[in-house]
């Protein structure tokens, strides 16, 4: 993965409503979700909701779908696979990390 798209991803994460969207979306799975269901899960104006998925979108962490007559978004989980794979490549220095409490942390 290149910087320019890890800043463009980090960059997308970094604001509280598109971090809820995107959360949403890696929630409900490959099924996705229309915009009116993450406006009405997330309380979000439809204006803005599109405008923070346009960001989302751009930034690659969130695929757009037509299906008939509606839009389906979906996490796009290679892309965040990728991030999450930059962001830890050199971990603890190749030594395994600890998990503390289902959460996994840096053991170093």
Do not use: D
């Amino acid at each position: 993965m290149e910087e320019i798209e890890v800043i463009k991803g980090l960059a997308a994460l970094a604001q509280p409503l598109r971090l809820q969207v995107f959360r949403a979306l890696v929630v409900v799975g490959e099924a996705g979700l229309t915009p009116g269901a993450i406006q009405e899960a997330l309380g979000i104006a439809p204006a803005t909701l599109s405008f923070h998925l346009k960001e989302l979108v751009n930034a690659g962490l969130v695929t757009q779908e037509r299906a008939s007559r509606n839009l389906i978004y979906r996490a796009h989980y290679a892309q965040m696979n990728e991030l999450l794979a930059y962001l830890t490549q050199n971990c603890c220095q190749g030594e395994a990390c600890a998990v503390e409490s289902s959460s996994a942390s840096c053991g170093c």
